[in-house]
């Protein structure tokens, strides 16, 4: 006996009918193979769930720390030197004299580089490279100076954050 229907127009001719003694369940065949497509779908909703709840969790975080973006291209307004010429500035008590009587001067190569920068200067709304933006406070950038030499050189120096906006 193969099913409870005899001819040509058996509906189910795929899946056998149960015979006596006969364990086979063919409804259990086909939730298998439903569950194997259900579980990749439930694996990577879920993935996605969690990719979009560390998104926000990142965004969140980025969004109230205190700190600013960094960006490449900035302009300066304010004093700016060597590392110890603007922390020094920044502990003297007569800042404008201490500008005027320190100079930044460099050491300027056959090839135009600089070297051995001491004292500050003052930039007025001088567009600079950010070279360094690891400190909370101050920035370490690349900016075109005017040297004794009367003519501009790229200058690595460092500039206090606040006086720094950037290029949008």
Do not use: W
């Not at 950038?141 to 050189?153: I, N, P, S, T, W």
Request: proline share 6%; hydrophobic share 35%.
């Amino acid at each position: 006996m193969t099913g409870f229907f005899v001819g040509p127009f058996t509906p189910f001719r795929h899946v056998p009918t149960r015979h006596a003694g006969c364990r086979y369940n063919p409804a259990l065949r086909f939730a298998k193979r439903e569950t194997h497509v259900m579980k990749p779908f439930i694996v990577s909703s879920l993935a996605a769930l969690l990719v979009a709840a560390s998104t926000q969790a990142t965004a969140d975080t980025a969004a109230g720390s205190n700190a600013q973006s960094s960006c490449a291209i900035a302009y300066v307004t304010g004093v700016g030197g060597s590392p110890r010429g603007l922390s020094e500035y920044l502990a003297s008590p007569s800042p404008y004299n201490y500008v005027k009587d320190n100079d930044l001067q460099c050491k300027v190569g056959d090839d135009g580089r600089t070297s051995n920068c001491t004292g500050v200067t003052y930039l007025r709304n001088e567009q600079v490279s950010v070279y360094d933006d690891s400190d909370p406070a101050t920035l370490t950038v690349v900016a075109r100076v005017e040297l004794d030499h009367g003519q501009k050189y790229p200058v690595i120096i460092v500039v206090q954050r606040k006086d720094a906006r950037c290029k949008q």
